[in-house]
């Protein structure tokens, strides 16, 4: 079994692992933001407009936040859990702005499906695969 495959497999079935791990995540990201993020500090964005569209736990905000720490930062997550903490986390932060919703090429509704998910993790498919 992978490493990867087995931390799955814990995800799926110790209470709280995830949940844990992605805390941590969280917490570390602006001081370890992971190196594809890189590129942002030889855009030279510097004061420029950041989008990030589906902002998820906000890692990558984190992590520009580090590379592009002068820019301005717009964000959108529809998942109503993601949405909260994100929401909770950048409250007081004046250069990131926060949408709790999805971007699509014309205004309308949709039924947003959210498997059993713990943290993003969708569990069942998790103990699944």
């Not at 087995?6 to 692992?17: D, E, M």
């Not at 933001?33 to 902002?55: F, M, N, Q, S």
């Not at 090429?105 to 949709?110: E, N, Q, R």
Request: hydrophobic share 40%; proline share 5%; net charge positive.
């Amino acid at each position: 079994m992978s490493t990867k495959a087995l931390a799955r497999y814990l995800y799926a079935h110790v209470p709280g692992l995830a949940r844990l791990r992605f805390g941590a995540m969280d917490v570390t990201a602006s001081a370890f933001a992971k190196p594809e993020y890189a590129g942002a500090a030889h855009l030279r964005i510097d004061t420029g407009l950041i989008i990030d569209v589906g902002a998820n736990r906000g890692q990558s905000i984190s992590a520009l936040r580090k590379w592009a720490p002068k820019s301005r930062i717009v964000a959108f997550e529809p998942d109503p859990n993601c949405a909260q903490r994100l929401s909770q986390r950048y409250r007081n932060d004046p250069s990131v702005t926060f949408f709790d919703r999805a971007l699509g090429s014309k205004s309308s509704s949709i039924t947003f499906f959210r498997p059993d998910t713990v943290d993003g993790i969708a569990t069942e498919w998790l103990r699944q695969v």
